[in-house]
């Protein structure tokens, strides 16, 4: 055992559980100390993705509260799609400005799949 550990982070978007942004946990009294969970910070891949430009959208089967426009991370129930799209694409599918990270209602995200395919018919 040590009195050092890793705080480690869990992705937002894939919910992986991994070591990108990690810190040092120190325990103040010294005593033993296990690597646990701290936050969410993007797992490598998905932070690769955001410097390329991408946002992403998560499905979930649950809709906000009434009064809340957004939904918290912690309330969202997942459906397990996920999806990464270039910024400007998404900003001009829905011609608004889009978050990074967006939870949509299930079908969402076929409905984006099939425009984004379509458009690379043309
Ligand atoms: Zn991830």
Same mark, same amino acid.
């Given at each position: 055992m040590s009195h050092v550990a890793m705080g480690r982070k869990q992705c937002p978007v894939c919910l992986e $559980? !991994? %070591?990108n942004g990690a810190e040092i946990l120190l325990h103040r009294q010294l005593k033993d100390i296990k690597d646990q969970v =701290?936050? !969410? !910070? @993007?797992? /490598? /891949? !998905? /932070?690769?993705q955001e410097k390329d430009g991408f946002i992403f959208f $998560?499905? #979930? +089967?649950n809709t906000? %509260? &009434?009064?809340?426009? =957004?939904i918290r991370q912690e &309330?969202? &129930?997942?459906?397990?799609? $996920?999806m +990464? #799209?270039?910024r400007e694409a998404a900003e001009?599918?829905?011609n608004r400005e889009? /978050? @990074?990270?967006n939870f949509v209602e299930e079908g969402v995200i076929k409905l984006i799949q099939e425009q984004t395919n379509h458009n690379e018919d043309v």
């Open positions: $559980i !991994h %070591d =701290t936050g !969410h !910070h @993007l797992c /490598e /891949e !998905h /932070e690769q $998560i499905e #979930i +089967s906000p %509260d &009434n009064d809340q426009e =957004t &309330n969202a &129930n997942r459906t397990g799609h $996920i +990464s #799209i270039k001009g599918m829905f889009v /978050e @990074l990270f």
